[in-house]
């Protein structure tokens, strides 16, 4: 069988046998024999059950059983298949015959079972029907059940509000036990209700503040007042923890409607206000104790009790969220009375209690964020968010004002010491009450970014708003101070017609908001500081826009007055610079950012300004300077000038230059080089010292940016502000250099005078030294940089390179006017030599021929002379004349000078 199912497995990948006839045809091309050495014969399957492709599993394929039998015959193949039908028809038969007998006899016995069938069915109705019964009174003893649960329930539910309204009414009676309060039924008896033992917990005065004890001297050496003012703060702990159940209590009861509890409204109205008169009371009477004059002599036990009592009446503030009472304590009592009694209408020219003297920093640790530079305008308060600095006024230096002359800054003194001694230690206590309470009950609003968030149920005095939370520094320090200042001191403080005392006022009270910020007990009491109503009134009245005003005003007008005449070079003072405007642009830079001038809100106001002024500036060369053509064009008209002509002025691009005829002359030549090289001069000096105000004060003043994270950088606006403005420079200095090449060039119009100065001389000799004009030539380089002169600071940067450029022109100059003096002098001997070729009675002697060579040798040496002697000048200026094209071609122009042709 394996082989068969291979020849199928052969036949099926290739049915018309392709690979077998290709090795056949390939072994026949190569001269093998045409038969194949081994040959495989078809597997021949008979048709039966076992037939792989006669299953029932897969469908009958025709063309897989017709690929199977491709050897056989159509008539073979017939008759193989109908002998296979036959016996298929044979098996059929057998297997009706072998189950015909179960057939029939199973038509036998079912017949008559249709009435059996029938009687079986009958008694089914009635127990359908009892069934039916059975799940009714069922359903109905379940539903009696449910009911009796469900009143159960409810009785369960009346009976816990049953127990809650006997707890709320429990809890109203004790509360008015503890707190002495006469209830509706003593009220009718006349006697008090044996609930509470009374004899502990004190009596009622006159007024109707709780006193504890009873008024007589036990003989003791304590006061009875200090006994039972101990024992208070704690009974009124107790108390404010019970009224908190009680509300919750009547919370739930509530929400339950019941009118039980509208009925106590009225009672625990009379309660919460009684608790509430009685804390403000002992919490005002220990502030008293805690900041009377007579406080520094109790002992430190004493002060210990008393500040225990202090943080027991704010945690029961606290817990009551009563949080503006307690701050409107510390409002009535404390800060207003000192408010009132030192910020006044006539306190800044009233004396003033002396304070104790100090040094600036006497705890360097302490301060650790203490002024950079001299320039900032007003000092630094250490930063009030590290909590590692946080400063005590019973443990460090309060930080006080520097300016101790000024009548605001001692009055904000006095209010430091007042903030730091009397409101630190009760900032402290809630604010660590405030935390703490915050860590154990957490979802609990006490801190400002949940305020800020969800607000709370309590509302502020005023506008403030929602509030949570003790904020004493916020709602009460600064309120009350701001408000007073701004109310008392504002006609005096925010007078801005007077910039210098509005800037000095301006930089004494933000240097003492700075301090009142690092008394903060934390930073969220600072933000709610900057985030009050008040704080933002009161940063309002500074009017800064009007002071800018003012401050561009008195620094453009006078800019502007000195800008409005011509470039002045006198000598006087100008911090380096050379020309009045200049030293008038730094001066108003640099007030921009002095300290007694620039305001840290007016930042980028003041940095528009000073880049207005470098562009001012530039505008103003642009106009004060004189006429002036671009680099490119004064050097086209150095090089492409005919020789033996002098260079045409200086003029601006387009203005046409006469011919023949000269436009400047030595005195305005002298007094453009002054003005070019001037302008050079305080171009660079002012660009340097801009830089260097950036790098010393305005990157540190400049606030920082936050609008656009993709815009230009300060620092590269100012970059290119100040290119724009050194880009001058090239263009300065080709001024310069051009009008040097002038005045060198000048001097050239004596070469053509050795000639004919030779021919002329009686007494003959060979030259040994350069002309008398040489060393003029260099002469303008030599005297603009020399000593004295206008380009005396440009020589160390530009000298040499000037002074090669003035060279080379200079060279070429001499080298055309020696080209033209060699055309003359060539012209004049060829007309001398045709003169000599005709009929002459006396004819030419020898001996004046001879003169005639000599002179002409004289005149190329004394050429030399002065070519090498403007070389040596030239060196001397620093110009290596070795390396310059132009003196090599004039070198090799005057050896050729005079030649015979």
Not at 237 to 247: H, I, P
Not at 338 to 364: D, E, M
Not at 478 to 489: Q, T, Y
């Amino acid at each position: 069988m394996a082989p068969a199912q291979n020849q199928d497995a052969t036949s099926s990948n290739d049915p018309y046998q392709l690979d077998r006839l290709a090795e056949v045809q390939a072994a026949r091309s190569n001269g093998a024999s045409s038969e194949p050495t081994h040959h495989e014969l078809p597997a021949f399957v008979p048709l039966s059950h076992e037939h792989p492709l006669l299953s029932s599993a897969e469908p009958f394929d025709v063309d897989a059983f017709l690929l199977t039998r491709t050897h056989t015959k159509l008539p073979d193949l017939r008759t193989e298949l109908r002998e296979y039908l036959a016996l298929l028809k044979e098996e059929l038969v057998q297997l009706i015959n072998d189950d015909y007998a179960a057939f029939i006899s199973l038509s036998t016995d079912l017949r008559g079972e249709g009435a059996t069938l029938d009687r079986l069915k009958w008694p089914l109705g009635s127990v359908k029907a009892e069934v039916e019964k059975s799940r009714a009174e069922l359903q109905n003893v379940q539903d009696a059940v449910q009911q009796k649960l469900a009143e159960r329930n409810t009785l369960r539910e009346e009976k816990a509000l049953l127990h809650l309204l006997l707890k709320l009414s429990d809890s109203v009676v004790r509360l008015e036990s503890l707190l002495l309060i006469p209830s509706p039924q003593d009220a009718v008896d006349g006697q008090p209700r044996p609930l509470v033992d009374h004899s502990s917990m004190g009596v009622r005065d006159v007024n109707g503040l709780l006193t504890f004890g009873t008024p007589t001297n036990t003989g003791e050496d304590e006061p009875q007042e200090e006994r039972s003012r101990r024992g208070r703060a704690k009974h009124l702990s107790r108390v404010a923890a019970e009224y908190t159940q009680l509300l919750y209590h009547a919370e739930k009861a509530r929400s339950e409607k019941c009118a039980f509890v509208d009925q106590l409204q009225w009672r625990m109205d009379r309660i919460k206000s009684t608790l509430s008169k009685d804390l403000d009371h002992l919490f005002s009477t220990i502030l008293s104790s805690l900041t009377s004059s007579t406080a520094s002599e109790t002992s430190s036990g004493e002060r210990a009790r008393w500040t225990a009592e202090l943080t027991e009446c704010i945690s029961t503030y606290d817990v009551l969220g009563s949080w503006s009472d307690a701050e409107e304590v510390i409002r009535r009592d404390l800060v207003r009375p000192f408010v009132k009694k030192t910020i006044f209408s006539g306190a800044l020219s009233a004396p003033l209690s002396p304070i104790i003297p100090r040094t600036p920093f006497p705890n360097p640790s302490a301060y650790p964020l203490s002024p950079r530079t001299p320039f900032t305008p007003f000092p630094a308060m250490p930063d009030p968010f590290a909590s590692q600095f946080r400063l005590s006024a019973h443990d460090a230096a309060i930080p006080l004002l520097q300016d101790e002359d000024s009548p605001l800054s001692a009055l904000l003194n006095n209010v430091l010491q007042f903030v730091a001694k009397n409101c630190g230690g009760v900032m402290d206590v809630a604010e660590n009450i405030m935390q703490r309470s915050n860590k154990l009950a957490k979802g609990k609003l006490g801190s400002l970014d949940l305020v800020l968030r969800e607000g709370g149920p309590e509302k502020g005095d005023g506008d403030e708003g929602p509030q949570q939370g003790f904020q004493i520094m916020a709602r009460v320090v600064w309120a009350e101070i701001g408000k007073a200042v701004m109310d008392e001191l504002g006609s005096a403080v925010f007078a801005v017609g007077r910039p210098d005392d509005f800037q000095k006022n301006y930089s004494i009270v933000h240097e003492f908001i700075a301090a009142l910020e690092y008394l903060a007990p934390s930073a969220h009491s600072v933000e709610a500081m900057r985030a009050h109503p008040s704080f933002i009134a009161f940063e309002r009245r500074w009017q800064l826009p009007v002071y800018f005003q003012l401050r561009w005003k008195d620094i453009v007008g006078k800019l502007e007055d000195v800008l409005g005449g011509t470039i002045d070079t006198g000598s006087f003072d100008k911090n380096g610079f050379v020309t009045f405007g200049a030293a008038a642009i730094w001066d108003a830079a640099k007030k921009c950012w002095a300290s007694d001038v620039y305001i840290p809100e007016l930042g980028y106001r003041f940095w528009r300004l000073t880049l207005q002024l470098v562009v001012r500036y530039k505008t103003w060369l642009d106009a004060t300077l004189p006429l002036r053509e671009s680099a490119g064009k004064a050097t086209a008209a150095i090089t492409n000038e005919k020789p033996g002509t002098p260079l045409g002025g200086v003029l601006r691009s387009g203005t046409p230059v006469p011919a023949g005829e000269s436009t400047e002359n030595a005195e305005a030549d002298e007094a453009m080089l002054q003005q070019f090289a001037a302008g050079i001069i305080d171009i660079m000096l002012l660009e340097r010292n801009v830089r260097t105000l950036w790098s010393d004060q305005i990157s540190h003043l400049l606030p920082p940016n936050e609008a656009d994270d993709e815009a230009e950088t300060p620092e590269a606006v100012l970059n290119s502000m100040l290119e724009t403005l050194s880009a001058m420079v090239p263009e300065l200095a080709a001024q310069i250099v051009a009008v040097l090449i002038r005045r060198c060039s000048d001097t050239l119009g004596l070469v053509r005078s050795i000639p004919s100065q030779y021919r002329a001389m009686s007494n003959k000799r060979d030259p040994t030294e350069p002309s008398y004009f040489v060393p003029n030539i260099l002469r303008p380089v030599r005297v603009f940089f020399e000593h004295g002169g206008p380009g005396e600071s440009l020589r160390q940067q530009f000298g040499q390179q000037w002074t090669a450029e003035v060279f080379e022109s200079v060279a070429l100059k001499y080298a055309a006017s020696l080209s033209s003096m060699k055309k003359t002098e060539d012209s004049l001997r060829r007309y001398k030599k045709g003169k000599k070729s005709g009929f002459s009675l006396f004819g030419v002697s020898a001996s004046s021929q001879n003169e005639e060579e000599r002179d002409e040798g004289r005149v190329r040496a004394q050429m030399m002379l002065d070519v090498q002697g403007l070389a040596r000048d030239a060196a001397s200026l620093g110009v290596d004349v070795e390396k310059s094209p132009a003196y090599e071609s004039l070198r090799d122009m005057a050896a050729q000078s005079n030649t015979p042709v």
